[in-house]
């Protein structure tokens, strides 16, 4: 199943990060996962929270350039070689990942890893057939 | 010259002039009509303020031969980046050219250059006239000519240091800028060769005038020109650096209230129009530079009788001057609306640091239909402006992706150049 990752462009200032996390946890908004690339002059935030159609519609009343994106996030064993499996699942089945970064928590013994893929569907179609742990948007929202 | 023999010579060429444009040059004959000019109802300068004006914007909706009164059997033509879309053209006659040539020779000589010696000119060759200006001129003097063109600052203080050159001819930013390559490398520039600098192409000051003269121990004159009237070669200091003689015989001044289009009092600040009243290819009739300055016809200490214009006060449109280059706003409207379709808010900064060259950077407000999650489209998008600006403007200029509503608006309109530049 999909999750809904939010985007937030940021200039490479003092106190912008503050600005969009301040806003988030004055409207109970719980950040579940989150990772930046940044450039010398500007950064991409990218966040999955739990209550994302909130978290969009807030950052934008407050002049934020935010947009949503698909990700998909995957269960891997927590131990050496993990993370090296699953990705090796991609690679065979010739799918490219744009980018993942992991979550803050977990909700079991596994890691929990974000991946935006370049063709989402056909991610999804592979984690599914090999039986991987996918996680719901509703595991995420009462995370 | 006396300034009744002057100003009958310069009424017998405009006599000869209107008639000639009426006759070759469809737009300029409407134009006439328009205003209700009969090509042989002018007798005196003094009939000038009965005639048209001509804009940029005439040489841009009339590109590219439109604005000409002689098509065939041109000498050279020259190219700058225009306004919005259209690039201006400019075109020369042989007899154009020997215009050229004497107008430059009267420049570097009202500088104090002489028959015999050498010149270093590090203007740039090629389209944009300052390189080719000053080499005609130079030939036209009788002096030693090194084509250096711009650029290459070690190479260019080598030839300084092997060929004592008296003269050098650049960019006012570009020799202070060399000063400092030369201290780098261990050269004083106090015991530099150059001993005369005619400096222009973008505006400059008096503070700066004397940070030149003081770092290279030389004297450095201003000149003027565009290229719609010929390139440079229209106005020139003397050694006594009072204003910049304007060769009125052959490119007539008026100094007018931008507002009101009439002339202002003499010694008064207006807008800078001139009449070519001897050029073929493309004589101009009152041609609005936008350029603020004012006037004096008092006689020089040097004895020259021709007005002087003083230095370039500002402008009346909102173009800026970088590296030589003239650069409008809507330039880069143009550019950012041909690549998403509609445009983002920007912004331009023209910044020098201490003695370098000027730098541009373009700000750009992330919208959403530009923002991606994705690093590299960014990058990609930044870099297709830095691209397509640079290639519209013959500069280069770093983009800079900025958050929305960041650009600081006036009144609801953004204000779209700072020139935090100290001249």
């Known amino acids: 199943m999909k999750l809904t990752q939010i985007s937030v462009f940021l200039e490479n200032r003092k106190g912008r990060l503050y600005d969009v996390c301040s806003l988030l946890g004055k409207n109970n908004i719980n950040i579940r996962a989150l990772t930046i690339a940044e450039t010398e002059s500007f950064g991409v935030l990218r966040i999955v929270v739990d209550k994302s159609d909130l978290a969009v519609k807030t950052l934008k009343a407050n ?40 979550f ?9 890893l974000v991946f935006r893929f370049e063709d989402t569907d056909k991610a999804q179609k592979i984690l599914t057939d090999k039986g991987l742990k996918v996680v719901t948007r509703k595991e995420i929202e009462g995370l | 010259m006396q300034p009744e023999e002057m100003k009958k010579l310069q009424s017998d060429y405009l006599k000869k002039l209107v008639p000639y444009i009426y006759g070759n040059c469809p737009i300029y004959k409407k134009k006439l009509d328009d205003a209700g000019v009969k090509p042989d109802a002018v007798k005196s300068i003094d009939d000038i303020k009965r005639l048209p004006f001509t804009t940029k914007i005439d040489m841009r909706d009339n590109y590219p031969y439109g604005l000409f009164s002689k098509r065939d059997n041109l000498a050279e033509i020259h190219i700058s980046s225009g306004t919005t879309g259209n690039p201006t053209l400019v075109g020369y006659t042989r007899d154009d050219i020997s215009l050229w040539s004497d107008v430059m020779a009267r420049t570097i000589c009202c500088a104090g250059g002489e028959p015999g010696d050498t010149i270093q000119i590090a203007y740039g060759y090629g389209l944009f006239t300052g390189g080719l200006g000053f080499h005609y001129g130079a ?5 030693k000519i090194i084509p250096a063109s711009a650029g290459q600052t070690a190479r260019q203080l080598k030839i300084m240091q092997d060929f004592k050159p008296k003269v050098i001819a650049c960019t006012p930013s570009y020799v202070l800028y060399m000063a400092e390559e030369a201290k780098a490398i261990g050269v004083d520039p106090a015991k ?13 000051s008096e503070p700066m005038r004397k940070e030149i003269e003081q770092i290279w121990n030389m004297t450095a004159t201003d000149v003027y020109g565009l290229s719609e009237i010929i390139g440079p070669g229209v106005a020139q200091e003397c050694t006594h650096k009072e204003g910049l003689h304007i060769y009125s015989d052959v490119f007539y001044p008026e100094i007018i209230d931008p507002k009101t289009d009439q002339e202002v009092k003499e010694g008064e600040s207006g807008e800078l129009v001139i009449t070519t009243l001897t050029k073929q290819a493309i004589p101009l009739i009152r041609y609005r530079t936008r350029d603020v300055v004012s006037i004096r016809y008092d006689k020089c200490k040097c004895g020259r009788t021709s007005p002087r214009i003083s230095k370039i006060k500002g402008r009346t449109d909102d173009m800026i001057i970088v590296r030589g280059i003239n650069v409008f706003p809507s330039q880069i409207e143009h550019v950012l609306l041909g690549i998403k379709g509609t445009q983002p808010h920007y912004q331009l900064i023209v910044d020098r640091k201490a003695h ?6 373009v700000l750009v407000e992330v919208e959403e239909r530009i923002f ?47 020139d935090k530049r100290t001249l």
């Open chain 1, 63 to 102: 002049g934020f350039v935010a947009n949503l994106t698909d990700v998909i996030a995957v269960e891997v064993d927590d131990k050496p070689g993990g993370l090296a499996g699953i990705l090796k699942i991609f690679a065979d089945s010739d799918i490219n990942v744009e980018y993942m970064y992991g």
């Open chain 2, 139 to 143: 030939l036209e003097a009788g002096l």
């Open chain 2, 372 to 418: 991606s999650d994705e690093v590299k489209k960014l990058n990609e998008f930044a870099g297709i402006i830095k691209k397509e600006i640079e290639a519209v403007l013959s500069i280069g200029v770093k983009v800079t992706l900025v958050e929305p509503k960041t650009i600081q608006r006036s009144e609801g309109k953004a204000k779209r150049i700072i």
């Open chain 2, 192 to 204: 530099g060769n150059w001993k005369i600098g005619i400096f222009g192409a973008e505006p400059w």
């Open chain 1, 104 to 112: 803050v928590e977990k909700f079991s013994d596994n890691a929990l």
């Open chain 2, 356 to 361: 370098q060259l000027d730098e541009v950077e």
